[in-house]
């Protein structure tokens, strides 16, 4: 096997394994929209952070990543690195050993570009991919699901109204997103993003052309869901789509039907307007919020990450400098 830099003229080869493995996830994610390309692959085919595989003329696997960028996750102080869906894939034979070989030569490049936080998005079937890089010390750390404009099965709940805020009516919604922030930093989530103020919260809604629909009870709201146009995937999108991108309850009106029927009448109200597909993406170290999606909606990818030891920039003095002047041009602007 021969490992190579990833450039524009792998393109076409690259096209052709990251469809057949989007179509090997479609045999078991119906609601997964048909594709013919990738647009993403030309975009990192001229960063120089990817990399491809060889046997022989013959390619058997690339790995590429968007450019390194600051606070990993929003949640850490590292620069981190992302190779989102559809910018990696390899054929079925020796598969695992085709994304080791991968990953440590692109890993190399990612360290020098002080990079600390590698990401990898992974289709949810794909089980060689990913026991090869938990063996290389990733852990999951995000999913995306969907699923069809249909109801859920679940009894109504009595006592409970369900509406969607007008937009005048958004800033309502901003006690409960602050208490989802709280829920973030609680154990075993531990993911400290810090809280918007009101009007970054209201201003975020409005660029993200973002929907909200509530539960109440006694006049009060105890739940919400935030709707927007798009996802994280490049199948989250599109005139049928729709996502979900905020979403919380309180912990006292869990377990009563309230959020399932929140999720219906979000579904409902969808479905009338012609959506016909509903995504949502969720951190798998959140144990009730991924309990609830997996439950009503199916998986399609899953991401791993690696925290890398930053102590290993001693050894790569370019991924130092480079990461020492990023952090000086931010302070910068702050000022």
């Known amino acids: ?25 479609r045999k078991f994610t119906q ?3 048909e594709i013919s390309s990738i647009p993403i692959l030309k975009q990192l085919s001229e960063n120089g952070l990817g990399v491809a595989a060889f046997e022989g003329e013959k390619m058997v696997g690339f790995l590429c990543s968007v450019e390194p960028f600051e606070n990993a996750f929003r949640s850490t102080d590292v620069r981190g690195v992302f190779s989102p869906m559809g910018a990696n894939g390899a054929v079925m034979e020796n598969h695992g050993k085709i994304y080791a070989a991968l990953y440590q030569a692109a890993a190399k490049k990612w360290v020098k570009a002080g990079a600390l936080t590698h990401s990898i998005c992974l289709y949810d079937h794909d089980e060689e991919a990913k026991q090869q890089l938990f063996r290389y010390g990733f852990g999951m750390r995000c999913m995306d699901a969907i699923r069809p404009m249909e109801p859920i099965d679940c009894a ?14 958004f800033a309502y919604v901003y006690p409960l997103h602050l208490a989802l922030h709280e829920h973030y930093c609680q154990s075993p989530f531990f993911m400290n993003r ?8 209201l201003d975020f809604a409005e660029r993200n052309h973002g929907r ?3 539960a109440k009870k006694d006049g009060e709201l105890c739940a919400y869901m935030e709707v927007a146009d ?7 999108s599109g005139g049928v789509y729709r996502h979900i991108t905020g979403a919380y309850c309180l912990p006292e009106h869990r377990g009563r039907g309230a959020y399932q029927n929140l999720l219906n009448f979000v579904i409902n109200t969808l479905k009338a307007e012609g959506y016909t597909i509903l995504g949502v993406d969720f951190e798998s170290i959140n144990p009730a919020g991924s309990g609830f999606w ?15 030891d930053e102590r290993i920039l001693q050894r790569f003095p370019e991924g130092r400098y480079y990461l020492k002047n990023t952090y000086f041009r931010l302070f910068s602007r702050r000022i």
């Open 1 to 25: 096997m021969i490992i190579q830099d990833f450039e524009p003229r792998h393109i076409e080869e690259a096209m052709g394994i990251a469809l057949s493995t989007y179509n090997y996830e």
């Open 31 to 33: 609601a997964l929209p």
């Open 156 to 169: 109504s709940c009595d006592g409970y109204e369900f509406l969607e805020l007008p937009k005048e009516d």
């Open 194 to 201: 810090g809280s918007d103020t009101l009007e970054e919260f």
């Open 212 to 214: 909200f629909f509530v």
């Open 230 to 236: 798009e996802g994280e995937t490049f199948v989250a």
């Open 294 to 308: 997996l439950k009503y909606f199916n998986a399609y990818t899953n991401s791993v990450v690696r925290r890398i």
